[in-house]
């Protein structure tokens, strides 16, 4: 199969001695894998063949928060992790780099990295085609002609509308492999791609898009000299990025004798000689386009809802912008106008069409046509926002071994969603294999099989990696939420150098903060200005005075509070804790019930936490006093709320810490019930009886602030009818 995998580089590779060592480099680099590959693909069933280079500047890049949400997920329902790398947006000061693998298969085939690798949430439904077949005709092209001219004065319509109706060739043509290369300038690793290309003319074509104004420096002697087309601007992440493409896929299809069609970047190289990608793109008539359903953010979030009734959430679809495409699919690709209108009307930031327009537009049309994975890879095993990043003295055969022969092949699955058997090992898991191996899912239905890989695993070991992935999903979560408060609040340069750790303190920080002033802002001004005299007497209105000095002890020890939700985050992204990051991993039934107990368990653990800092007088004198002296100067308002004693409002929140480690229980409701806190206190010290029962209100915790020895409870009151101290205001007003 073709694969490929993208490398950042510094600006420095385009310096002279650095180039030239690093062409020399790849050089005896792709020498010494070919000869590696003679003996290695016959055991393994193995084939590398593209891997990407990034090198230089990239075109209107932009640093969209988005891009770091695609570097984990594993659970083949709830979004696989993307294989998409956007080669337009790499950053400069390092390499990052990946390779695609193929497995061979007795009767259907699916795609195996050699580092993590996650399966798109629809492989489930498709129809695995089978190993193509070698081809009758010999890999000896006639005699090549001179170069056909490729510039031209149609206009985009026109171009699109002619591309669509060149007939198919009648006559026994020799196919030929179209390389689209887009770029907005030079092409730095040109002469490597001549050393590629050299010997075998009459086997492929070039293209190549680069900006208009780019003035063309490339040698005669080259191959990609006159290989210019016609072009316009491209910016990433808008429509352009698509017109760029169609217009490549256009320029290409005019010549009858491509029938492969190749998109790469300027910074791609080759892996393998010319002979061995040919050959394989040539024997299959499917088409290599990653195309999956990612339910995240990034995913069906970017989904725009005026795109109904033409484009449905259910065929929406995310894929990588790199693909290795059939002619047939090529073709059906520039006659679209439907769907292209839909994307250009709708689909703007935060939905990016390089990303979405040819997924979705495959899978809803022609699923058949497509294998259904992307041919770039990067390595994202290190979690964070960016993929791994390796310099220029990195480029060496041992990176490459490390590629080729990591023991990190084995799929990766949640653990209990989905089964890897391998002969040996298929202990607990419903059924033998007939081949080497089969995937399965969570109702032992087979995804897919294989008859060979590198390294050996259990399932005891597929299962532990299983953990490892499922981990990384909480990195993601938090670092999502990090991009969403921060990014939107504070330059990058600020948080983005921060360790991981303190960019969720930061965010806890800035989100608390945010959410205990305008709520208490906001509250304030209902009750006070716009229904005064309503719910509360003009005469029993904090001053101003009080209400600030109680924000100011509430600020004070704020950094304390968002240490607590950070330290917590730190315990469930190491799996100390038994969270979970999907609602779908355990169904909206267990998740409700393990929401209910985990509330329990919270309401029980605050009001006895509580009740004690009454009870044992050092704790109330040192801790708890500072909190219960508003109501002595009957200035309680709900910026009381967090006015605590920073210890004392930590220990009131350690109960919903503790029940991580007993009950199951959402990563994300768990931070959202963290921070509901900052609300919920507010209401419940404004000093008005809701009257809404069983609910802890202001009118139960009123009388906790008069009486000091009752109704403990937070959110219900059952605790203190359970353990005897609740004390009801209509009790209270009826002995007034």
Same mark, same amino acid.
């Given at each position: #199969?073709?694969?490929?995998?993208?490398?950042?580089?510094?600006?420095?590779?385009?310096?002279?001695?650095?180039?030239?060592?690093?062409?020399?480099?790849?050089?005896?680099?792709?020498?010494?894998?070919?000869?590696?590959?003679?003996?290695?693909? *016959?055991?393994?069933?193995?084939?590398?063949?593209?891997?990407?280079?990034?090198?230089?500047?990239?075109?209107?890049?932009?640093?969209?928060?988005?891009?770091?949400?695609?570097?984990?997920?594993?659970?083949?329902?709830?979004?696989?992790?993307?294989?998409?790398?956007?080669?337009?947006?790499?950053?400069?000061?390092?390499?990052?780099?990946?390779?695609?693998? &193929?497995?061979?298969?007795?009767?259907?085939?699916?795609?195996?990295?050699?580092?993590?690798?996650?399966?798109?949430?629809?492989?489930?439904?498709?129809?695995?085609?089978?190993?193509?077949?070698?081809?009758?005709?010999? +890999?000896?092209?006639?005699?090549?002609?001179?170069?056909?001219?490729?510039?031209?004065?149609?206009?985009?319509?026109?171009?699109?509308?002619?591309?669509?109706?060149?007939?198919?060739?009648?006559?026994?043509?020799?196919?030929?492999?179209?390389? #689209?290369?887009?770029?907005? $300038?030079?092409?730095?690793?040109?002469?490597?791609?001549?050393?590629?290309?050299?010997?075998?003319?009459?086997?492929?074509?070039?293209?190549? =898009?680069?900006? @208009?104004?780019?003035?063309?420096?490339?040698?005669?002697?080259?191959?990609?000299?006159?290989? %210019?087309?016609?072009?316009?601007?491209?910016?990433?992440?808008?429509?352009?990025?698509?017109?760029?493409? *169609?217009?490549?896929?256009?320029?290409?299809?005019?010549?009858?004798?491509?029938?492969?069609?190749?998109? +790469?970047?300027?910074?791609?190289?080759?892996?393998?000689?010319?002979?061995?990608?040919?050959?394989?793109?040539?024997?299959?008539?499917?088409?290599?386009?990653?195309?999956?359903?990612?339910?995240?953010?990034?995913?069906?979030?970017? !989904?725009?809802?005026?795109?109904? @009734?033409?484009?449905?959430?259910?065929?929406?679809?995310?894929?990588?912008?790199?693909?290795?495409?059939?002619?047939?699919?090529?073709?059906?690709?520039?006659?679209?106008?439907?769907?292209?209108?839909?994307?250009?009307?709708?689909?703007?930031? @935060?939905?990016?069409?390089?990303?979405?327009?040819?997924?979705?537009?495959?899978?809803?049309?022609?699923?058949?046509?497509?294998?259904?994975?992307?041919?770039?890879?990067?390595?994202?095993?290190?979690?964070?926002?960016?993929?791994?990043?390796?310099?220029?003295?990195?480029?060496?055969?041992?990176?490459?071994?490390?590629?080729?022969?990591?023991?990190?092949?084995?799929?990766? @699955?949640?653990?209990?969603?989905?089964?890897?058997?391998?002969?040996?090992?298929?202990?607990?898991?419903?059924?033998?294999?007939?081949? %080497?191996?089969?995937?399965?899912?969570?109702?032992?239905?087979?995804?897919? $099989?294989?008859?060979?890989?590198?390294?050996?695993?259990?399932?005891?070991?597929?299962?532990?990696?299983?953990?490892?992935?499922?981990?990384?999903?909480?990195?993601?979560?938090?670092?999502?939420?990090?991009?969403?408060?921060?990014?939107?609040?504070?330059?990058?340069?600020?948080?983005?150098?921060?360790?991981?750790?303190? %960019?969720?303190?930061?965010?806890?920080?800035? $989100?608390?903060?945010?959410?205990?002033?305008?709520?208490?802002?906001?509250?304030?001004?209902?009750?006070?200005?716009?229904?005064?005299?309503?719910?509360?007497?003009?005469?029993?209105?904090?001053?101003?005075?009080?209400?600030?000095?109680?924000?100011?002890?509430?600020?004070?020890?704020?950094?304390? !509070?968002?240490?607590?939700?950070?330290?917590?985050?730190?315990?469930?992204? =190491?799996?100390?804790?038994?969270?979970?990051?999907?609602?779908?991993?355990?169904?909206?039934? &267990?998740?409700?019930?393990?929401?209910?107990?985990?509330?329990?368990?919270?309401?029980?653990?605050? !009001?006895?936490?509580?009740?004690?800092? /009454?009870?044992?007088?050092?704790?109330?004198?040192?801790? /708890? &006093?500072?909190?219960?002296?508003?109501?002595?100067?009957?200035?309680?308002?709900?910026?009381?709320?967090?006015?605590?004693?920073?210890?004392?409002?930590?220990?009131?929140?350690?109960? =919903?810490?503790?029940?991580?480690?007993?009950?199951? #229980? /959402?990563?994300?409701?768990?931070?959202?019930?963290?921070?509901?806190?900052?609300?919920?206190?507010?209401?419940?010290?404004?000093?008005? =009886?809701?009257?809404?029962?069983?609910?802890?209100? &202001?009118?139960?915790?009123?009388?906790?602030?008069?009486?000091?020895?009752?109704?403990?409870?937070?959110?219900?009151?059952?605790?203190?009818?359970?353990?005897?101290?609740?004390?009801?205001?209509?009790?209270?007003?009826?002995?007034?």
């Amino acid at each position: #199969m073709a694969g490929s995998g993208c490398i950042s580089s510094n600006k420095d590779l385009l310096k002279s001695e650095r180039h030239t060592s690093l062409f020399d480099n790849i050089s005896n680099i792709l020498h010494n894998i070919d000869q590696i590959l003679k003996t290695t693909h *016959r055991k393994t069933g193995w084939a590398y063949l593209i891997l990407r280079l990034r090198v230089g500047s990239r075109i209107n890049r932009s640093n969209h928060s988005f891009d770091r949400q695609m570097r984990s997920g594993t659970n083949l329902r709830d979004g696989g992790k993307s294989e998409v790398d956007r080669c337009w947006k790499a950053p400069y000061g390092g390499l990052s780099i990946g390779v695609v693998s &193929a497995l061979c298969l007795k009767s259907f085939s699916f795609t195996i990295p050699a580092f993590p690798f996650w399966f798109p949430p629809s492989i489930s439904k498709l129809s695995l085609p089978p190993q193509p077949q070698p081809p009758a005709r010999p +890999l000896s092209p006639p005699p090549p002609g001179p170069p056909t001219p490729i510039m031209h004065n149609m206009t985009d319509e026109e171009l699109l509308k002619k591309s669509s109706m060149v007939p198919q060739s009648q006559e026994l043509l020799v196919p030929k492999v179209a390389f #689209m290369f887009l770029t907005p $300038g030079p092409l730095p690793l040109a002469p490597l791609w001549d050393k590629f290309f050299q010997s075998h003319e009459g086997l492929y074509s070039i293209y190549v =898009h680069s900006h @208009p104004s780019y003035n063309d420096s490339t040698p005669e002697n080259s191959v990609f000299y006159g290989r %210019r087309i016609p072009s316009q601007p491209v910016y990433w992440g808008t429509i352009s990025m698509i017109d760029a493409e *169609r217009r490549l896929l256009a320029n290409a299809l005019l010549d009858v004798s491509n029938q492969r069609f190749v998109l +790469l970047s300027d910074s791609c190289i080759p892996l393998f000689n010319f002979t061995t990608i040919y050959k394989y793109l040539t024997e299959t008539n499917l088409s290599f386009l990653g195309s999956f359903d990612d339910p995240r953010k990034p995913g069906r979030g970017r !989904y725009n809802r005026q795109m109904w @009734p033409t484009i449905t959430i259910e065929q929406w679809r995310k894929g990588s912008q790199w693909f290795e495409i059939h002619r047939d699919l090529a073709v059906k690709i520039v006659s679209d106008q439907k769907y292209y209108q839909v994307f250009h009307e709708h689909c703007l930031p @935060p939905c990016y069409n390089d990303e979405h327009y040819l997924p979705t537009l495959v899978n809803i049309l022609y699923p058949e046509m497509n294998w259904n994975r992307s041919i770039t890879w990067v390595d994202w095993s290190r979690g964070g926002p960016h993929p791994r990043k390796f310099g220029w003295i990195d480029i060496k055969v041992e990176l490459f071994d490390q590629i080729r022969f990591g023991t990190e092949c084995m799929t990766k @699955p949640i653990a209990g969603r989905v089964k890897l058997n391998v002969d040996g090992c298929s202990f607990e898991n419903p059924g033998p294999s007939d081949c %080497r191996g089969v995937i399965r899912d969570e109702f032992g239905k087979v995804m897919a $099989g294989f008859t060979s890989q590198l390294g050996e695993a259990t399932n005891t070991e597929a299962e532990l990696r299983a953990i490892i992935e499922g981990l990384k999903l909480f990195v993601e979560e938090t670092s999502w939420y990090n991009d969403i408060v921060l990014g939107s609040l504070l330059p990058e340069k600020w948080w983005v150098p921060l360790p991981h750790f303190f %960019r969720g303190w930061l965010r806890n920080f800035i $989100g608390g903060t945010l959410l205990y002033l305008l709520s208490g802002v906001l509250w304030c001004f209902y009750i006070y200005y716009l229904k005064r005299n309503v719910y509360v007497p003009k005469d029993a209105i904090p001053t101003r005075k009080a209400m600030l000095l109680q924000i100011g002890v509430a600020m004070k020890a704020m950094p304390w !509070y968002c240490a607590f939700p950070t330290i917590s985050e730190y315990m469930i992204e =190491h799996g100390w804790t038994k969270c979970f990051s999907r609602i779908s991993d355990v169904g909206c039934v &267990a998740y409700l019930f393990y929401l209910t107990v985990y509330l329990v368990f919270v309401e029980f653990g605050i !009001y006895w936490m509580h009740r004690e800092l /009454h009870d044992i007088k050092p704790l109330y004198k040192y801790l /708890h &006093a500072t909190h219960h002296i508003y109501n002595k100067q009957n200035t309680l308002s709900p910026f009381a709320g967090l006015a605590f004693h920073p210890l004392d409002g930590i220990l009131q929140a350690v109960p =919903h810490v503790i029940a991580l480690f007993i009950v199951p #229980m /959402h990563f994300t409701t768990h931070i959202a019930l963290l921070f509901i806190e900052g609300i919920w206190t507010a209401n419940i010290h404004d000093c008005i =009886h809701g009257k809404l029962w069983p609910v802890m209100g &202001a009118g139960y915790h009123t009388i906790h602030h008069t009486t000091y020895r009752h109704n403990y409870g937070h959110y219900t009151i059952w605790m203190d009818w359970m353990f005897g101290t609740l004390r009801d205001p209509l009790d209270e007003a009826k002995k007034i």
